[in-house]
């Protein structure tokens, strides 16, 4: 099974500054189908980036992915008070479909 | 429009067995992969496994294999999560998710339920 590990686990910015979160797999992520989804408290999580720096449809332009093969980024700029939420890795090459732990972002 | 609507929540006690339902509208059922993801409070994200609506194969995480069964009912457009011998560390919110393209499970999960909170309790 895939591993996979997100840094840092808190980030603390402020509205209008970058946002740069890592995604770090355990081995080679297959066609490099890794997902970002962002999470709103009580809600369910939504697609945010597929094969790693593809947009899902409606997500503004101010997030973009990157990265392959192990490593993998997701950048928002110009952080807006909705950005201030939980994101989520994923990878779905596999036969079982693994998580990173998450990493929150916090206004400093 | 697309949606998934899931059952409401659900108070079970240790030992016994639940199944949670997760109802398909807005698209045709059998072209796409269907998979439960849980979530315990505060904590994150946990694949629980795979169905595939049109023949109802099935997938599950290693952790959960012995506990775990997927079903659906195409006639019903409806996905079925059972789980069996609830401990409390089974006390979640269950989601069901789409994959995102048509007969293809190594996909994106583009929409998700909203998700059945489970509560494992003496």
């Known amino acids: 099974e895939i591993v996979l590990t997100q840094s840092p686990g808190t980030l603390s910015l402020s509205p209008g500054e970058r946002a740069t979160l890592s995604c770090r797999a355990s081995q080679n992520v297959t066609g490099d189908s890794l997902a970002w989804y962002q999470q709103n408290p009580g809600q369910a999580p939504r697609l945010l980036m597929y094969?790693?720096?593809k947009r899902a449809t409606g997500v503004p332009d101010r997030f973009s992915g990157g990265g392959s093969g192990t490593d993998f980024t997701l950048t928002i700029n110009r952080l807006e008070p909705a950005d201030f939420v939980v994101y989520y890795c994923q990878q779905y090459g596999s036969s079982s479909f693994t998580f990173g732990p998450g990493t929150r972002v916090d206004i400093k | 429009q697309v949606q998934l609507v899931q059952s409401g929540a659900v108070v079970k006690k240790p030992g016994a067995s639940v199944k949670l339902s997760c109802k398909a509208s807005g698209y045709a059922f059998t072209h796409h992969y269907m998979h439960w993801v849980r979530q315990a409070p505060g904590q994150g994200l946990e694949w629980m496994g795979i169905i595939n609506p049109s023949g109802g194969s099935t997938f599950y995480a290693q952790t959960l294999q012995d506990r775990v069964t997927m079903t659906r009912d195409t006639s019903t457009t409806s996905v079925y999560l059972e789980l069996t011998s609830l401990k409390s560390e089974d006390t979640a919110v269950y989601f069901c998710?789409?994959?995102?393209?048509?007969?293809?499970?190594?996909?994106?999960?583009?929409?998700w339920g909203q998700g059945t909170m489970l509560v494992v309790s003496s």
């Open positions: 094969g790693a720096s």
């Open positions: 998710a789409r994959a995102s393209s048509r007969g293809w499970p190594n996909d994106p999960f583009d929409v």
